[in-house]
T-cell receptor, first 108, second 113 residues
Framework: GENVEQHPSTLSVQEGDSAVIKCTYS??????FPWYKQELGKGPQLIID?????GEKKDQRIAVTLNKTAKHFSLHITETQPEDSAVYFC???????FGDGTTLTVKP | DTAVSQTPKYLVTQMGNDKSIKCEQN?????MYWYKQDSKKFLKIMFS???????INETVPNRFSPKSPDKAHLNLHINSLELGDSAVYFC????????????FGEGSRLTVL
């Protein structure tokens, strides 16, 4: 089955800095790559996604890049704010197999 | 109006007991899922149903039995609970099979003593 690796497992940044989380996947048939944010005590919520026919997608301070040849994709958060602190998950294999998560802490 | 709702939110029970978690979605989606999130926050898919038909059944002990009475409901029944079953269980739905965004419920925290 699909294997999704996510790094780093924890990330601490200063408010205003950028944060980057990376994922690699194994199944070359994967064509949908979402990112979810999970706040404490809540279910994961989609923040951005990308399909395999696109290399990059942006939504305000959040961007996702995809390299299908290398089978990796990344989440970029610019101008981080304390409310960005959460656990972030990537997913692949048609969007149902999740990485192990990254706990992002933004220090004010 | 909650899109994906799960009950109960918290469940504390003894080893060996049987328990159920219910899930309902009002989004009109065809596909529903159960995920397990352990203490390390790892999120693993357990089951998926599309229009009441089982389509994903990961390596899960057969003590876990999902039931979908209609496409808006997916319940999870767990027999002979073990300590290792303690986790947060999330229900999710999507418009169709592998069509994109998953909409998650708030989770049901199961503690087995």
């Amino acid at each position: 089955g699909e294997n999704v690796e996510q790094h780093p497992s924890t990330l601490s940044v200063q408010e205003g800095d950028s944060a980057v989380i990376k994922c690699t996947y194994s199944d070359s048939a994967s064509n949908y790559f979402p990112w979810y944010k999970q706040e404490l005590g809540k279910g994961p919520q989609l923040i951005i996604d990308i399909r395999s026919n696109v290399g990059e997608k942006k939504d305000q301070r959040i961007a996702v890049t995809l390299n299908k040849t290398a089978k990796h994709f990344s989440l970029h958060i610019t101008e981080t704010q304390p409310e960005d602190s959460a656990v972030y998950f990537c997913a692949a294999s048609l969007g149902t197999t999740f990485g192990d998560g990254t706990t992002l802490t933004v220090k004010p | 109006d909650t899109a994906v709702s799960q009950t109960p939110k918290y469940l504390v029970t003894q080893m060996g007991n049987d328990k159920s978690i219910k899930c309902e979605q009002n989004l009109g989606h065809d596909t529903m899922y159960w995920y397990k999130q352990d203490s390390k926050k790892f999120l693993k898919i357990m089951f998926s149903y599309n229009n009441k038909e089982l389509i994903i059944n990961e390596t899960v002990p057969n003590r876990f039995s999902p039931k979908s009475p209609d496409k808006a409901h997916l319940n999870l029944h767990i027999n002979s609970l073990e300590l290792g079953d303690s986790a947060v269980y999330f229900c999710a739905s999507s418009q169709g099979i592998y069509t994109g965004e998953l909409f998650f419920g708030e989770g049901s925290r199961l503690t087995v003593l």
